[in-house]
């Protein structure tokens, strides 16, 4: 079965502080693994993607993530996190080489940011 | 380049009212997909279109929700009646193909049922 998980629902951190959001995933096909941001009222942005080559991706507003095949894990982190990252975050996966898979997405983690 | 474009953007509609959403892809995008994201999930695919052809509609309500893409451009999206448990935010996306690349999302329609 296809699944994206990610187990944190909610994670405050201290402005300045790091962060790193969790995602396992479940896939049949290569996956081709993603990160979205979701601000109130707003679509999702793609913050950075992964499918081969060096397993650290960095992306946009600083954020990076790193692929470990043996986990099953495609975690999202960022050194020093701003006020403006108070967000709900969501890893996808999608087919790289199957175009009969589709992009799937997790639950999300809501990331609040106290000052 | 212009963005994937929806509307409405809010819409308000008594139970077993009839709906419809409107979304233009990125020009040049063959892939288009409908998801429903329900407030405190994660969005989840309705109908995945390559051109006008319908690739993915594993999780479209048939009996109640239709969709298409009558040119293999912009695409429709209707609920036909609508049931309180619609009550959601519609994304369209679209992507330049069907595999080896990411979605790019519109900013939604969020309906409300009451």
């Known amino acids: 079965a296809q699944s994206v998980t990610q187990p944190d629902i909610h994670i405050t951190v201290s402005e300045g502080a790091s962060l790193e959001l969790r995602c396992n995933y479940s896939y049949g096909a290569t996956p081709y693994l993603f990160w979205y941001v979701q601000s109130p009222g707003q679509g999702l942005q793609l913050l950075l993607k992964y499918f081969s080559g060096d397993t650290l991706v960095q992306g946009i507003k600083g954020f990076e993530a790193e692929f470990k095949r043996s986990q099953s894990s495609f975690n999202l982190r960022k050194p020093s996190v701003h006020w403006s990252d108070a967000a709900e975050y969501f890893c996808a996966v999608g087919p790289l080489y199957s175009s009969a898979s589709k992009i799937i997405f997790g639950s999300g983690t809501r990331l609040s940011i106290r000052p | 380049e212009a963005g994937v474009a929806q509307s409405p953007r809010y819409k308000i509609i008594e139970k077993r009212q009839s709906v419809a959403f409107w979304c233009n892809p990125i020009?040049?995008?063959?892939?288009l997909y409908w998801y429903q994201q329900i407030l405190g999930q994660g969005p989840k695919l309705l109908i995945q279109f390559q051109n006008n052809g319908v690739v993915d509609d594993s999780q479209l309500p048939k009996d109640r929700f239709s969709a298409e893409r009558l040119k293999g451009v912009d695409s429709t999206l209707k609920i036909q009646p609508a049931k309180l448990e619609d009550s959601a935010v519609y994304l369209c996306?679209?992507?330049?193909?069907?595999?080896?690349?990411?979605?790019?999302f519109g900013q939604g329609t969020r309906l409300t049922v009451v």
């Open positions: 020009s040049g995008h063959a892939t």
């Open positions: 996306a679209s992507s330049p193909r069907d595999k080896n690349t990411e979605a790019f």
